[in-house]
Protein backbone atom coordinates (compact mmCIF):
# COMPACT_ATOMS: atom_id res chain seq x y z
CA UNK A 1 0.00 0.00 0.00
CA UNK A 2 1.03 3.17 -0.65
CA UNK A 3 1.95 5.53 1.76
CA UNK A 4 -0.55 8.48 0.53
CA UNK A 5 -3.35 5.89 1.16
CA UNK A 6 -2.57 6.67 4.94
CA UNK A 7 -2.81 10.24 4.70
CA UNK A 8 -5.25 12.33 6.20
CA UNK A 9 -4.26 16.27 5.19
CA UNK A 10 -4.45 19.19 6.89
CA UNK A 11 -4.95 21.58 4.18
CA UNK A 12 -3.84 25.36 4.87
CA UNK A 13 -3.96 28.38 2.49
CA UNK A 14 -0.91 30.04 3.81
CA UNK A 15 -1.01 33.80 2.92
CA UNK A 16 -3.89 34.03 4.31
CA UNK A 17 -3.32 31.78 7.28
CA UNK A 18 -0.76 33.87 8.51
CA UNK A 19 -2.47 37.53 7.36
CA UNK A 20 0.10 38.18 4.32
CA UNK A 21 -0.20 41.35 2.67
CA UNK A 22 -2.09 41.13 -0.21
CA UNK A 23 0.18 41.93 -2.85
CA UNK A 24 3.29 41.10 -3.41
CA UNK A 25 6.48 42.98 -1.38
CA UNK A 26 8.06 45.80 -2.73
CA UNK A 27 11.98 44.19 -4.58
CA UNK A 28 14.30 45.86 -1.63
CA UNK A 29 11.71 45.02 1.11
CA UNK A 30 13.17 42.09 3.36
CA UNK A 31 11.34 38.62 3.63
CA UNK A 32 8.98 37.87 6.20
CA UNK A 33 9.49 34.74 7.74
CA UNK A 34 5.87 33.69 8.31
CA UNK A 35 6.08 29.95 7.54
CA UNK A 36 7.58 29.24 10.90
CA UNK A 37 4.38 30.09 12.43
CA UNK A 38 2.77 26.98 11.15
CA UNK A 39 5.24 25.27 12.78
CA UNK A 40 3.45 25.30 16.35
CA UNK A 41 0.53 24.30 14.63
CA UNK A 42 2.22 21.07 13.57
CA UNK A 43 0.87 19.26 17.37
CA UNK A 44 -2.60 20.85 16.71
CA UNK A 45 -2.32 19.17 13.12
CA UNK A 46 -0.81 15.80 14.88
CA UNK A 47 -3.62 15.78 17.76
CA UNK A 48 -6.52 16.27 14.79
CA UNK A 49 -5.62 12.84 13.82
CA UNK A 50 -3.74 14.22 10.49
CA UNK A 51 -0.09 13.51 9.06
CA UNK A 52 0.21 15.09 6.12
CA UNK A 53 0.17 18.68 5.89
CA UNK A 54 -1.23 20.16 2.08
CA UNK A 55 -0.12 23.63 1.81
CA UNK A 56 -1.76 26.31 -0.82
CA UNK A 57 1.30 28.41 -2.77
CA UNK A 58 4.44 29.25 -1.13
CA UNK A 59 6.36 30.16 -4.51
CA UNK A 60 6.52 34.16 -5.22
CA UNK A 61 3.12 35.29 -6.79
CA UNK A 62 1.82 38.88 -7.64
CA UNK A 63 -1.36 38.27 -5.61
CA UNK A 64 -3.29 35.40 -3.85
CA UNK A 65 -0.40 32.92 -4.98
CA UNK A 66 -2.06 31.42 -7.67
CA UNK A 67 -0.45 34.38 -10.22
CA UNK A 68 3.27 32.85 -9.71
CA UNK A 69 5.90 34.48 -10.94
CA UNK A 70 8.99 32.31 -9.91
CA UNK A 71 8.58 28.69 -8.96
CA UNK A 72 11.76 28.19 -7.49
CA UNK A 73 11.62 31.30 -4.91
CA UNK A 74 9.53 31.02 -1.85
CA UNK A 75 7.57 34.12 -2.24
CA UNK A 76 8.91 36.70 0.47
CA UNK A 77 5.54 37.35 2.29
CA UNK A 78 5.70 33.96 3.56
CA UNK A 79 9.96 33.82 4.12
CA UNK A 80 12.54 31.98 2.30
CA UNK A 81 13.68 28.89 1.17
CA UNK A 82 15.03 28.15 4.18
CA UNK A 83 12.13 28.90 5.90
CA UNK A 84 9.98 25.95 4.25
CA UNK A 85 12.56 23.85 4.81
CA UNK A 86 13.02 24.24 8.03
CA UNK A 87 8.96 23.65 8.48
CA UNK A 88 9.05 20.60 5.88
CA UNK A 89 12.22 19.14 8.45
CA UNK A 90 10.15 20.58 11.51
CA UNK A 91 6.95 18.43 10.09
CA UNK A 92 8.39 15.02 9.22
CA UNK A 93 9.66 14.94 12.56
CA UNK A 94 6.68 14.32 13.53
CA UNK A 95 5.73 12.09 10.71
CA UNK A 96 3.73 14.38 8.89
CA UNK A 97 4.33 14.80 4.77
CA UNK A 98 4.17 18.08 3.41
CA UNK A 99 2.39 18.59 -0.08
CA UNK A 100 3.08 21.71 -2.17
CA UNK A 101 0.35 23.65 -4.88
CA UNK A 102 1.61 23.60 -7.89
CA UNK A 103 0.43 26.08 -10.64
CA UNK A 104 1.77 25.03 -14.24
CA UNK A 105 -1.55 25.72 -16.14
CA UNK A 106 -0.70 29.62 -16.36
CA UNK A 107 1.21 32.27 -14.55
CA UNK A 108 1.23 36.10 -13.48
CA UNK A 109 2.08 38.55 -15.79
CA UNK A 110 5.42 40.06 -13.67
CA UNK A 111 6.63 35.72 -14.42
CA UNK A 112 10.20 36.40 -16.14
CA UNK A 113 9.63 34.55 -19.29
CA UNK A 114 5.95 36.78 -19.87
CA UNK A 115 7.33 40.02 -19.32
CA UNK A 116 9.74 39.04 -21.93
CA UNK A 117 7.26 38.23 -24.47
CA UNK A 118 5.59 41.27 -23.28
CA UNK A 119 8.51 43.35 -24.35
CA UNK A 120 9.97 41.68 -27.51
CA UNK A 121 6.50 39.97 -29.09
CA UNK A 122 7.51 37.29 -31.21
CA UNK A 123 11.08 37.82 -31.41
CA UNK A 124 10.89 36.79 -27.50
CA UNK A 125 13.12 33.63 -26.79
CA UNK A 126 9.75 33.01 -24.89
CA UNK A 127 7.39 33.31 -27.41
CA UNK A 128 6.35 29.82 -27.90
CA UNK A 129 5.34 29.25 -24.38
CA UNK A 130 2.53 31.15 -24.55
CA UNK A 131 -0.49 31.35 -27.23
CA UNK A 132 -1.38 34.76 -28.85
CA UNK A 133 -5.43 35.55 -28.89
CA UNK A 134 -6.69 38.20 -31.43
CA UNK A 135 -5.54 41.78 -30.42
CA UNK A 136 -2.25 41.06 -29.83
CA UNK A 137 -2.97 39.34 -26.65
CA UNK A 138 -2.30 36.28 -25.63
CA UNK A 139 -4.65 33.78 -24.20
CA UNK A 140 -5.91 33.42 -20.34
CA UNK A 141 -6.93 31.21 -17.79
CA UNK A 142 -10.97 31.38 -17.53
CA UNK A 143 -10.82 35.03 -18.27
CA UNK A 144 -8.54 36.07 -16.06
CA UNK A 145 -6.82 39.04 -17.29
CA UNK A 146 -3.84 38.28 -14.80
CA UNK A 147 -3.45 35.03 -15.44
CA UNK A 148 -1.83 33.59 -18.59
CA UNK A 149 -2.22 30.20 -20.00
CA UNK A 150 0.83 28.27 -20.82
CA UNK A 151 1.48 26.74 -24.11
CA UNK A 152 1.16 23.02 -22.97
CA UNK A 153 2.38 22.16 -26.55
CA UNK A 154 5.50 23.64 -25.96
CA UNK A 155 8.21 21.11 -25.32
CA UNK A 156 10.03 23.27 -23.10
CA UNK A 157 7.38 23.94 -20.74
CA UNK A 158 7.29 20.44 -20.01
CA UNK A 159 10.99 20.72 -19.21
CA UNK A 160 10.23 23.66 -16.85
CA UNK A 161 7.26 22.18 -15.06
CA UNK A 162 8.87 18.65 -14.75
CA UNK A 163 12.41 20.90 -13.13
CA UNK A 164 10.35 22.59 -11.05
CA UNK A 165 8.46 19.55 -9.35
CA UNK A 166 11.73 17.61 -8.95
CA UNK A 167 13.43 20.43 -7.74
CA UNK A 168 11.28 20.57 -4.61
CA UNK A 169 10.76 16.75 -4.13
CA UNK A 170 14.74 16.34 -3.97
CA UNK A 171 14.38 18.83 -1.06
CA UNK A 172 11.95 17.10 1.12
CA UNK A 173 7.98 17.52 -0.32
CA UNK A 174 5.86 14.25 -0.72
CA UNK A 175 3.80 15.76 -3.67
CA UNK A 176 2.23 17.72 -5.55
CA UNK A 177 -1.44 19.13 -5.79
CA UNK A 178 -1.70 20.60 -9.67
CA UNK A 179 -3.65 23.34 -9.61
CA UNK A 180 -6.56 23.46 -12.18
CA UNK A 181 -5.62 20.31 -14.27
CA UNK A 182 -8.39 20.16 -15.73
CA UNK A 183 -6.85 23.20 -18.38
CA UNK A 184 -4.13 21.24 -19.10
CA UNK A 185 -4.03 18.69 -21.86
CA UNK A 186 -3.69 14.81 -20.68
CA UNK A 187 -0.86 14.35 -22.67
CA UNK A 188 1.04 17.51 -20.79
CA UNK A 189 0.29 15.60 -17.72
CA UNK A 190 1.47 11.90 -18.94
CA UNK A 191 4.96 13.41 -20.63
CA UNK A 192 5.65 15.34 -17.08
CA UNK A 193 4.32 12.81 -14.36
CA UNK A 194 5.92 9.80 -16.18
CA UNK A 195 9.82 11.82 -15.94
CA UNK A 196 8.95 13.31 -12.15
CA UNK A 197 7.96 9.57 -10.99
CA UNK A 198 11.35 8.12 -13.06
CA UNK A 199 13.08 9.88 -10.59
CA UNK A 200 10.87 9.92 -7.40
CA UNK A 201 8.54 6.84 -7.68
CA UNK A 202 6.99 7.21 -4.00
CA UNK A 203 5.79 10.90 -4.76
CA UNK A 204 1.92 11.73 -4.47
CA UNK A 205 0.36 13.62 -7.72
CA UNK A 206 -2.61 14.81 -7.48
CA UNK A 207 -4.91 16.94 -9.51
CA UNK A 208 -7.84 19.81 -9.34
CA UNK A 209 -9.96 18.70 -11.45
CA UNK A 210 -13.66 19.73 -10.84
CA UNK A 211 -15.75 18.00 -13.54
CA UNK A 212 -15.08 15.51 -16.56
CA UNK A 213 -13.61 11.97 -16.41
CA UNK A 214 -12.64 11.92 -13.13
CA UNK A 215 -10.07 8.75 -14.29
CA UNK A 216 -8.89 9.77 -17.62
CA UNK A 217 -6.57 12.05 -15.35
CA UNK A 218 -5.23 8.64 -14.03
CA UNK A 219 -4.86 6.50 -17.09
CA UNK A 220 -4.29 9.11 -19.30
CA UNK A 221 -2.31 11.92 -17.80
CA UNK A 222 -0.56 9.43 -15.36
CA UNK A 223 -1.30 11.31 -12.57
CA UNK A 224 -2.45 9.44 -9.04
CA UNK A 225 -5.47 10.87 -7.88
CA UNK A 226 -7.99 13.71 -8.65
CA UNK A 227 -10.27 16.29 -6.72
CA UNK A 228 -13.91 14.51 -5.49
CA UNK A 229 -15.80 17.40 -6.65
CA UNK A 230 -18.91 15.21 -7.52
CA UNK A 231 -19.06 14.02 -4.02
CA UNK A 232 -18.31 17.17 -2.32
CA UNK A 233 -21.65 18.53 -3.91
CA UNK A 234 -23.88 15.58 -3.82
CA UNK A 235 -23.05 15.36 0.40
CA UNK A 236 -23.97 19.16 1.21
CA UNK A 237 -26.44 19.19 -1.39
CA UNK A 238 -28.56 16.33 -0.53
CA UNK A 239 -28.61 17.14 3.42
CA UNK A 240 -29.71 20.61 2.48
CA UNK A 241 -32.20 19.49 -0.02
CA UNK A 242 -33.14 16.34 2.56
CA UNK A 243 -32.66 14.14 -0.48
CA UNK A 244 -30.28 11.64 0.18
CA UNK A 245 -30.94 9.85 -3.43
CA UNK A 246 -28.32 12.04 -4.53
CA UNK A 247 -26.36 10.93 -2.30
CA UNK A 248 -26.87 7.56 -3.04
CA UNK A 249 -26.24 8.63 -6.54
CA UNK A 250 -22.81 9.71 -5.94
CA UNK A 251 -21.87 6.91 -3.55
CA UNK A 252 -22.25 4.60 -6.37
CA UNK A 253 -20.56 6.68 -9.08
CA UNK A 254 -17.68 7.38 -6.23
CA UNK A 255 -17.72 3.21 -6.45
CA UNK A 256 -17.04 2.93 -10.30
CA UNK A 257 -13.82 5.84 -9.29
CA UNK A 258 -12.17 3.37 -7.02
CA UNK A 259 -12.03 0.79 -9.33
CA UNK A 260 -9.61 2.85 -11.01
CA UNK A 261 -7.90 5.24 -8.13
CA UNK A 262 -8.14 6.37 -5.09
CA UNK A 263 -9.95 9.89 -5.28
CA UNK A 264 -8.69 12.98 -3.15
CA UNK A 265 -12.09 13.42 -0.76
CA UNK A 266 -13.14 16.65 0.94
CA UNK A 267 -15.98 18.80 2.22
CA UNK A 268 -13.88 22.06 2.38
CA UNK A 269 -11.07 23.69 0.56
CA UNK A 270 -9.74 26.92 -0.13
CA UNK A 271 -12.21 27.80 -3.13
CA UNK A 272 -15.59 27.16 -1.86
CA UNK A 273 -17.62 27.86 0.71
CA UNK A 274 -17.07 26.70 4.28
CA UNK A 275 -19.17 24.07 4.89
CA UNK A 276 -20.51 24.92 7.84
CA UNK A 277 -22.18 28.02 6.16
CA UNK A 278 -23.25 25.61 3.09
CA UNK A 279 -25.07 24.27 4.95
CA UNK A 280 -28.50 25.57 5.98
CA UNK A 281 -28.90 23.17 9.35
CA UNK A 282 -25.39 23.46 11.36
CA UNK A 283 -26.95 19.52 12.51
CA UNK A 284 -26.01 18.31 9.29
CA UNK A 285 -22.17 19.31 10.07
CA UNK A 286 -21.28 15.96 11.64
CA UNK A 287 -23.29 14.48 8.97
CA UNK A 288 -20.79 15.66 6.34
CA UNK A 289 -18.13 14.65 8.79
CA UNK A 290 -19.32 11.00 9.13
CA UNK A 291 -19.36 10.23 5.50
CA UNK A 292 -16.32 11.56 4.51
CA UNK A 293 -14.67 9.36 7.13
CA UNK A 294 -16.25 5.94 6.26
CA UNK A 295 -16.04 6.33 2.61
CA UNK A 296 -13.15 5.31 0.34
CA UNK A 297 -10.57 7.83 -0.66
CA UNK A 298 -7.33 9.87 0.52
CA UNK A 299 -9.40 12.67 3.05
CA UNK A 300 -8.02 16.28 3.53
CA UNK A 301 -9.47 18.69 6.35
CA UNK A 302 -9.69 22.27 5.44
CA UNK A 303 -7.91 23.90 7.72
CA UNK A 304 -10.70 25.86 9.91
CA UNK A 305 -13.41 23.50 9.51
CA UNK A 306 -12.47 20.92 12.06
CA UNK A 307 -13.52 24.33 14.11
CA UNK A 308 -16.96 25.09 12.36
CA UNK A 309 -15.16 28.05 10.89
CA UNK A 310 -17.91 29.77 8.74
CA UNK A 311 -17.05 31.87 5.72
CA UNK A 312 -19.05 32.64 1.78
CA UNK A 313 -17.21 32.82 -1.02
CA UNK A 314 -18.33 35.25 -3.55
CA UNK A 315 -17.31 36.15 -7.37
CA UNK A 316 -15.55 39.51 -6.43
CA UNK A 317 -12.84 41.08 -5.85
CA UNK A 318 -11.65 39.92 -2.51
CA UNK A 319 -14.67 37.30 -2.73
CA UNK A 320 -12.05 34.69 -1.07
CA UNK A 321 -11.31 36.91 1.98
CA UNK A 322 -14.22 35.29 4.18
CA UNK A 323 -12.64 31.51 3.43
CA UNK A 324 -9.33 32.40 3.70
CA UNK A 325 -8.83 33.76 6.80
CA UNK A 326 -5.78 34.54 9.14
CA UNK A 327 -5.17 32.15 12.10
CA UNK A 328 -4.08 33.19 15.63
CA UNK A 329 -0.45 32.36 16.25
CA UNK A 330 -1.14 29.25 18.72
CA UNK A 331 -4.09 26.88 18.84
CA UNK A 332 -4.68 27.68 22.15
CA UNK A 333 -6.17 31.03 20.95
CA UNK A 334 -8.87 29.71 19.27
CA UNK A 335 -12.57 30.06 20.04
CA UNK A 336 -13.80 27.65 22.32
CA UNK A 337 -17.12 27.11 20.97
CA UNK A 338 -15.80 24.67 18.12
CA UNK A 339 -14.13 22.67 20.31
CA UNK A 340 -16.80 20.03 20.15
CA UNK A 341 -16.30 19.48 16.30
CA UNK A 342 -12.72 19.39 16.85
CA UNK A 343 -12.97 16.51 18.93
CA UNK A 344 -15.49 14.82 16.80
CA UNK A 345 -13.01 15.05 13.97
CA UNK A 346 -10.35 13.09 16.88
CA UNK A 347 -13.02 10.46 17.00
CA UNK A 348 -14.13 10.06 13.49
CA UNK A 349 -10.47 10.41 12.19
CA UNK A 350 -9.41 8.14 14.76
CA UNK A 351 -12.09 5.68 13.92
CA UNK A 352 -10.62 5.47 10.15
CA UNK A 353 -7.10 5.17 11.26
CA UNK A 354 -8.47 2.06 13.44
CA UNK A 355 -10.29 0.69 10.07
CA UNK A 356 -7.03 1.83 7.48
CA UNK A 357 -9.06 -0.25 5.07
CA UNK A 358 -11.83 1.61 4.35
CA UNK A 359 -9.16 4.09 2.11
CA UNK A 360 -10.44 1.71 -0.83
CA UNK A 361 -13.48 0.52 0.47
CA UNK A 362 -16.68 0.06 -1.83
CA UNK A 363 -20.39 1.18 -0.49
CA UNK A 364 -23.62 -0.43 -0.49
CA UNK A 365 -26.48 1.16 0.27
CA UNK A 366 -28.88 -0.73 1.86
CA UNK A 367 -31.88 1.16 3.20
CA UNK A 368 -32.47 4.48 1.15
CA UNK A 369 -35.54 7.51 1.62
CA UNK A 370 -35.34 11.40 1.27
CA UNK A 371 -34.19 11.43 4.43
CA UNK A 372 -32.92 8.30 5.99
CA UNK A 373 -30.24 6.45 4.61
CA UNK A 374 -27.97 3.27 5.36
CA UNK A 375 -24.95 2.44 3.71
CA UNK A 376 -21.99 -0.47 4.36
CA UNK A 377 -18.37 0.02 3.32
CA UNK A 378 -15.70 -3.60 3.35
CA UNK A 379 -16.45 -6.93 3.41
CA UNK A 380 -16.33 -10.43 4.74
CA UNK A 381 -15.43 -9.71 8.33
CA UNK A 382 -14.25 -6.05 7.78
CA UNK A 383 -17.54 -4.11 7.74
CA UNK A 384 -18.83 -0.95 9.18
CA UNK A 385 -22.36 -0.01 8.47
CA UNK A 386 -23.42 4.41 8.77
CA UNK A 387 -26.87 5.34 9.01
CA UNK A 388 -28.05 9.11 8.74
CA UNK A 389 -31.33 10.44 9.65
CA UNK A 390 -31.44 14.18 7.95
CA UNK A 391 -35.22 14.47 9.40
CA UNK A 392 -36.54 16.50 12.19
CA UNK A 393 -38.27 13.52 13.96
CA UNK A 394 -36.37 10.14 15.34
CA UNK A 395 -36.18 7.20 12.81
CA UNK A 396 -35.24 3.49 12.63
CA UNK A 397 -33.32 1.01 10.01
CA UNK A 398 -32.63 -2.33 9.50
CA UNK A 399 -29.11 -3.40 9.33
CA UNK A 400 -27.38 -6.24 6.75
CA UNK A 401 -27.40 -9.71 8.28
CA UNK A 402 -24.54 -9.60 10.68
CA UNK A 403 -23.47 -9.59 14.20
CA UNK A 404 -23.06 -5.83 14.42
CA UNK A 405 -22.24 -3.13 17.86
CA UNK A 406 -22.11 0.13 18.22
CA UNK A 407 -19.07 2.24 17.25
CA UNK A 408 -19.98 5.69 17.54
CA UNK A 409 -22.82 8.44 17.43
CA UNK A 410 -26.26 9.15 19.34
CA UNK A 411 -27.89 6.73 17.77
CA UNK A 412 -28.59 3.04 19.04
CA UNK A 413 -27.64 -0.53 17.59
CA UNK A 414 -29.85 -2.70 18.60
CA UNK A 415 -29.36 -6.55 17.19
CA UNK A 416 -30.32 -5.74 13.63
CA UNK A 417 -32.08 -2.53 14.31
CA UNK A 418 -30.26 1.35 14.32
CA UNK A 419 -32.67 3.41 16.26
CA UNK A 420 -31.86 7.43 15.31
CA UNK A 421 -32.79 10.48 17.10
CA UNK A 422 -33.72 13.35 14.90
CA UNK A 423 -30.92 14.69 12.81
CA UNK A 424 -29.09 11.49 14.40
CA UNK A 425 -26.65 9.16 13.00
CA UNK A 426 -24.38 6.34 14.18
CA UNK A 427 -21.92 3.71 12.90
CA UNK A 428 -21.65 0.17 13.71
CA UNK A 429 -18.88 -2.30 13.29
CA UNK A 430 -19.00 -6.07 12.60
CA UNK A 431 -18.41 -8.02 15.91
CA UNK A 432 -15.49 -10.35 15.90
Known amino acids: MHWSEHAVWWHVYPLGFTGAERQALPPAAPPVPRLSRLADWLDYLVALGCNGLALGPVFAAETHGYDTVDHFRVDPRLGTEQDLLRLIEQASGRGVRVLLDGVFNHVGRGFPAFADVAEHGPRSRYASWFRPAPGGAYETFEGHDRLVALNHDEPEVADYVTEVMTHWLERGVAGWRLDAAYAVPLPFWRTVTGRVRARFPGAWLMGEVIHGDYASYVTEGGL ?209
Open 224 to 432: DSVTQYELWKAIWSSLNDRNLFELAWALKRHNALLETFTPHTFIGNHDVTRIASRLHDPRHLEHALVILCTIGGIPAIYSGDEQAFRGIKEERAGGDDAIRPAFPDDPADLAGHGRPYYRLHQDLIGFRRRHPWLVRARTTVTTLTNTVLVYTAGEGDEGVAVALNAADGPAEADLPAGEWRHAAGPGRVEGRRVVLPAAGWAIAALAR
